[in-house]
């Protein structure tokens, strides 16, 4: 009698156990579907915004012509200049004409599709002193979400795939590894995480301070100084522009891994302070939007 009492007890818990793990199996299932309809809704968000921004500029064709005609010389006068500069000098703190390039048109690739990606946050003030930030805050959709990818630059629509072509084919050139090229991958990945974080943080001090547009032209500045190896600077600069203003980390890091010059703290210290600094500026931007004062207040 008590073997077949503890046979039924051990019966229900295996029956407990199989509900349980159908419930948490059901749930995840659930939870996993709500997400991709969510993702779906903003990618379809997105691609609304995205249409109208680019209407607009397609009805000043002039204008536009200037604008992609202005960095098309830039971009290239840059690579002439830096060939010739790295040519003449037989180097550039060790490293060749062609790495050079490489480092060159990697920042292209960071730094052309971030400012794709997060145009509007250049026309963030207009919306807070004007109160316009009150209808975003009303509708349906996350308003970090609206503010950071609510009108994407078709200039640089433009120039992000033949800046990948040049990249692609320059790197082909330096024999990577196939996992140099993944880290490449992700550490690019990694450096439009801390992009994001930077423009969440703009938006939030915004804000509290209604100051914007410095703050983005002293960064974009800054991160000029990472068209170039971050090795040709002398201590401390090195250091404050690698891990203070993480221009490094963004712009150098990728490339440098591509090489297969980064050593593997430097990698898990570039994603843990990617992953850090998106938290961290997620949290400021809750603090922010809670001192925000409606218009119609």
């Known amino acids: 009698m008590e073997d077949k009492e503890k046979l039924q007890i051990n019966n229900y818990k295996l029956q407990i156990v199989d509900l349980y793990k159908l419930f948490i199996t059901r749930i995840k299932s659930v939870e996993l579907k709500t ?57 550039l703190a060790g490293y060749n004409t062609n790495q050079i390039i490489f480092f060159f048109l990697s920042f292209n690739v960071i730094d052309i599709t971030s400012q794709f990606l997060f145009r509007e946050v250049y026309r963030f003030r207009t919306l807070v002193v004007s109160g316009d930030l009150d209808l975003i805050l009303t509708k349906p959709i996350n308003p970090l979400f609206r503010i950071l990818f609510g ?61 914007i547009d410095h703050t983005v032209m002293i960064f974009r500045d800054l991160s000029r100084l990472g068209t170039v190896p971050i090795d040709v600077f002398k201590q401390p600069l090195r250091g404050f522009i690698t891990y203070v203003v993480p221009i490094g980390i963004m712009l150098s890091f990728p490339a440098k891994a591509f090489l297969g010059l980064l050593d593997w703290n430097s990698v898990i210290v570039s994603f843990v302070f990617g992953i850090t600094s998106i938290f961290m500026t997620l949290r400021f931007w809750n603090f922010a939007i809670k001192k925000y004062t409606s218009a119609s207040s």
């Open 151 to 211: 009108g994407a630059d078709v200039i640089d629509l433009i120039t992000i795939p033949p800046v990948v072509a040049a990249t692609i084919y320059m790197g082909a050139k330096l024999g990577p590894s196939a996992v140099s090229v993944f880290l490449y991958i992700l550490l690019i990945i990694n450096s439009l995480l801390i992009s994001t974080a930077f423009h969440i943080l703009v938006v939030s001090m915004a804000i509290i301070t209604l100051e």
């Open 35 to 91: 997400w991709i309809k969510r993702l779906g809704f903003y990618i379809k968000i997105w691609w609304m915004m995205s249409k109208n921004a680019f209407m607009m500029y397609f009805n000043q064709k002039s204008i536009l012509a200037i604008f992609l005609a202005g960095k098309i010389f830039r971009f290239t006068f840059f690579i002439i200049f830096l060939y010739f500069l790295v040519s003449g000098s037989k180097g």
